[in-house]
């Protein structure tokens, strides 16, 4: 069975963040876009990229072998 990329994202991002309500997840073509709360791209990121590679990893097995699905961090730009 396998299950929704962005479903699968969202719990997982809102498992390691502090403030989950503010977690959002939107999908564009074969990327999964994550926003979380401002200060908590660190904690999403992790030390030297680990957290998000993990998550990376994980939702690509559970997804549809077929479709490739890219998650990456929709953090706003600074000017």
Known sequence: MKSDPVDLTLFLSQSVVDQPSLVRVSRRGPTV???VAPGEEGRLIGRQGRVIQAIRTLVRAASDPR???NV???APRKA
């Open 33 to 35: 876009l994550v926003r």
């Open 67 to 69: 479709e490739r699905v």
């Open 72 to 74: 990456d961090l929709d």
